[in-house]
């Protein structure tokens, strides 16, 4: 009987967590399909029909669309050179001796809990001064060097986890160290791989405060700026604003929806040495 009630209590805590974490993505996309008086009269009912006028006028009278493709360029980039230095990196902090070694794998590791807000006026110098504020480039450089703590941390325990005789016997076979990193070392670490990617791509694909800083006009704006526009302009619009919210986070669910089994896979993975 104390076996079945513990059972019944865990299955009761799961749906609660399950219900707890869905309710407000659930109850935005319905909304977006709700009128503003449907929303008003009542915020939890169900839409009377399913219009997609919400998504029209988010698409016709914001520039989400625009925002959106900086988005997808700029996170892609910044991911795509995140996972590859860092892998570098990582790799190296793995498995070469050198002269403070640990004391630099300190410093960076710091770096993961400094808050955000702290490195916006030196960030914003550094790129003022380069030439490259009010371009994606220079968000590009920003959020590669931001997600940079984190992705060393993943790939370093990634690559700490790889048996070291797979790379005596590269070498015994005569592969190069570069060879032997591309061809041997990279493979086996695509679950750190994947995880780092998907933690930076969230990061970037969801920041906000650099986005506004160092951006000035559309030309490189993101969108989680477009949905703080369009609120300002249009917030009497609640089914256009739930509308634009839907298609702002549906890239960042869907990416961890379909990679979240080997995040959580690589993250246990690279706790435990061999």
């Known amino acids: 009987m104390k076996k079945y009630t513990l059972c019944v209590l865990k299955y009761l805590l799961l749906v609660i967590c399950v219900c707890v974490a869905l309710f407000p993505i659930v109850w ?13 009269a009542n915020g939890v009912s169900l839409p009377k029909s399913f219009s997609l006028k919400g998504y029209q006028d988010a698409l016709t009278i914001s520039p989400i669309l625009r925002y959106f493709g900086n988005s997808v360029v700029i996170t892609v980039c910044s991911t795509g050179f995140n996972v590859l230095f860092l892998a570098m990196a990582a790799y190296v902090f793995a ?14 590791s710091l770096s993961l809990v400094i808050p955000m807000t702290a490195l916006l006026h030196p960030v914003y110098g550094v790129i003022l001064k380069i030439g490259l ?53 990279l493979p086996c670490a695509k679950g750190g791989l994947t995880s780092a990617a998907v933690l930076a791509f969230l990061n970037s694909w969801n ?29 009497f619009n609640y089914t256009a604003l739930f509308a634009a919210v839907t298609i702002a986070v549906f890239p960042s669910i869907a990416v961890f929806a379909i990679f979240q089994e080997q995040v959580v896979s690589s993250l246990t993975t690279g706790a435990v040495k061999e």
């Open 95 to 108: 498995r070469c001796t050198f002269s403070g070694k640990n004391l630099l794998y300190f410093i960076l």
């Open 133 to 185: 504020y009010d371009t994606k480039a220079g968000l590009i450089l920003v959020y590669t060097a931001l997600n940079l703590p984190m992705s060393l941390l993943i790939l370093r325990g990634t690559f700490l986890s790889v048996p070291k005789a797979l790379e005596e016997a590269a070498y015994v076979d005569g592969a190069n160290f570069v060879r032997t990193f591309f061809q041997i070392m």
């Open 28 to 40: 935005v996309f319905m909304s977006s399909f709700k009128t503003n008086a449907e929303i008003l």
């Open 207 to 235: 920041e906000f405060t650099f986005a506004l800083v160092l951006t000035s006009g559309q030309k490189a704006r993101t969108l989680p700026l477009s949905l703080s526009y369009f609120t300002a302009q249009f917030s």
